[in-house]
């Protein structure tokens, strides 16, 4: 049986109340199969009263049963006027009533406040759900690397192979072609003032501080984050992961944490790719344009960077790889509805993967520089 509630959680079942005011009938509380033959009986004492108004304004939550309720009282009252219907009501109208004019109702309408004011709960409730799923992940995988009895044999180098080897090509060659444009731009510019040696050094720490990061986070979110969150969300809506909590396995260490640990440890190896290949990309266009020596190039960008550059490159792509699996499992998990649903999700786990990656790559630089 569907409910409606006036939230995303559901509501304690309180005393419903009926009650006649002049000709305006209030129906308040609950309207739930448990509830409705209460309401209904008490509805007896009404029928030699003359009732024009039906107020749904206090109404908590409502199902088919609800519904049905409704549809009677309007039945047994002809051309009763329903008024102050809040939206969760007129939502299960839409989907239970028998009677094709429920868009003529009189809908409550919600001023600016009350949709900032339900905005800002919603949003409040997702980080809170956002932040009790990243710490279940985290405890999960931490605790499963000692003790794997609930995860299936062979997960962690399947998605190994997933998350990380299958995007080996992907990362090449962005990385190439982003190495020959920057060495392309920044050598035509540095060779007017005789300065083409410093090519290596502006590539070397323009790669290893920021744009090695975020090229391979992005890449990563676009491509293994949409697939997590489109194979939890797919899971959801086939009841796979209902199915796995009845047989009394976890989901988050039997789907999640085996995608937590691989992408944890092929993150900085992407990373160190990326650099490398960006790196002797520039070469090439040293060499061939700028007229650079292969060992010179190699001693400047080795020499310009030191210990602390190379860590804050590896903890920055660690923590945008937990970014991308927190949120794309999220946005997996509370997907509802069919195909739309699971074509939203993963549309929002890469959007919000992105935003989310730069937001922290935005934090780590402030931190790095101060």
């Known amino acids: 049986m569907n409910t409606v509630h006036s939230s995303d959680y559901p509501c304690s079942i309180n005393m419903q109340q009926l009650h006649l005011n002049e000709n305006r009938l209030i129906l308040s509380g609950v ?3 448990l509830t409705v033959p209460d309401i209904f009986d008490q509805l007896s004492k009404y029928r030699n009263n003359t009732i024009n108004v039906l107020d749904l304004e206090n109404v908590e939550s409502i199902d088919s049963a609800g519904v049905a309720l409704i549809d009677s009282i309007k039945h047994r009252y002809d051309g009763i006027e329903l008024i102050n219907i809040p939206p969760f009501v ?4 839409k989907v239970f009533s028998y009677q094709p004019d429920a868009s003529a109702y009189d809908v409550k309408k919600e001023n600016y406040f009350e949709k900032l004011g339900e905005k800002v709960i919603g949003s409040w409730n997702e980080l809170n759900d956002l932040m009790f799923l990243a710490s279940d992940i985290v405890f999960w995988s931490f605790h499963d690397l000692f ?15 997933l998350l990380g080897l299958d995007a080996v090509g992907i990362i090449v060659l962005l990385s190439v072609i982003l190495g ?4 392309i731009q920044s050598g035509n510019q540095l060779r007017q003032f005789g300065a083409s040696v410093f090519l290596a050094d502006m590539l070397s720490v323009t790669m290893v501080n920021e744009l090695g990061p975020i090229l391979t986070a992005i890449i990563i979110a676009g491509r293994s984050g949409s697939s997590i969150a489109s194979e939890l969300a797919s899971m959801q809506v086939m009841e796979e992961i209902d199915a796995l909590k009845i047989m009394a396995i976890n989901p988050i260490r039997f789907v999640i944490v085996p995608k937590f640990h691989a992408i944890t440890v092929c993150m900085p190896v992407l990373l160190m790719l990326s650099i490398i290949v960006s790196i002797g990309a520039g070469l090439i266009v040293g060499m061939t344009f700028l007229g650079l020596s292969p060992i010179t ?10 210990l602390r550059d190379v860590l804050v490159s590896f903890v920055k792509t660690t923590f945008f790889a937990w970014v991308i699996v927190i949120i794309g499992s999220y946005m997996g998990l509370k997907v509802k509805g069919g195909a739309e649903g699971v074509g939203k999700a993963t549309t929002d786990s890469v959007v919000t993967s992105i935003f989310a990656v730069i937001m922290l790559d ?3 630089s402030f931190i790095y520089l101060v």
């Open 90 to 93: 007129m939502e299960a109208f």
């Open 31 to 33: 309207l739930e199969t």
């Open 297 to 306: 190039f190699f001693n400047r960008a080795i020499e310009i960077l030191d």
């Open 362 to 364: 935005a934090l780590f």
């Open 180 to 183: 020959f444009i920057m060495a």
């Open 147 to 161: 003790d794997r009895k609930g995860q299936r044999k062979g997960s962690f180098t399947q998605q190994s192979i």
